[in-house]
């Protein structure tokens, strides 16, 4: 498991440097709920709703399989009951060479930033009874690299999972006002560390509607007049 980590902290490192110098962002506009408790915003942000899945790209050791990453027509039916127009979603396969420890990953074009504070994340998983664990990857406000958890795959049909991020992941310098500098953790990947007994033949994976439950209550209620520390 260690190595795995080592080695998904590696490619996503690598990548992390190409995609944050290109132009651009991938985020999607938050819907705000309303406020929750004192001194909070709580709003449902849109990470990829994967109309345009076809962007995101895979990852996985060259000796261990290949992975092959695209759009698929399709989406849970409790999305369609709730009105949600969407048509597609993310669909990834996975050939593998042999059985034992494995991993792969699904990635945006380029990382995506999260507004505000973030809470939980929450996905729409089309499960097929493997004990694969899924888990999310992002940076925290130091940029560094951290990992939570969604759970194991062994379910079928459409799931929705959700993952907490843990309070201690730092997302904010509170003594610092600097847009050049802004709060929060980016999205990096869509991880998923394989059961190694259930590493043979193909696996598929479809995924839909990834969005983070976050706090903005800073970025509705800041002072517009308030000096940047940026200099």
């Not at 709920?33 to 895979?58: C, K, P, R």
């Not at 925290?140 to 939570?148: A, H, I, P, V």
């Amino acid at each position: 498991m260690k190595k795995i980590l080592i080695a998904v902290s590696a490619l996503i490192a690598f990548w992390g440097v190409y995609v944050f110098s290109q132009e651009g962002t991938a985020t999607k506009p938050a819907a705000t709920t309303g406020l929750s408790g004192s001194g909070s915003v709580i709003s449902n942000f849109t990470i990829d709703d994967f109309e345009d899945a076809g962007s995101w790209q895979g990852h996985m050791p060259i000796d261990l399989g290949l992975i092959r990453v695209l759009r698929r027509e399709g989406a849970p039916g409790e999305l369609k009951k709730e009105g949600k127009q969407n048509k597609y979603v993310l669909g990834a396969k996975v050939a593998y060479f042999k059985t034992g420890p494995s991993w792969f990953a699904v990635t945006p074009p380029r990382p995506v930033p999260i507004p505000g504070i973030a809470k939980s994340f929450s996905l729409w998983v089309a499960g097929r009874s493997f004990s694969h664990i899924l888990k999310a990857t992002f940076k925290d406000y130091n940029g560094e690299l951290r990992f939570c958890t969604f759970g194991k795959l062994n379910f079928p049909g459409w799931q929705k999972m959700s993952a907490q991020i843990s309070p201690n992941v730092l997302q904010d310098n509170y003594k610092l006002n600097s847009l050049d500098r802004p709060r929060g953790i980016s999205v990096t990947s869509l991880l998923i560390e394989c059961a190694m007994e259930e590493t043979s033949g193909e696996y598929y994976l479809y995924v839909d509607d990834f969005k983070a439950q976050t706090d903005v209550f800073f970025e509705e209620n800041k002072d517009p007049d308030d000096i940047q520390d940026n200099w």
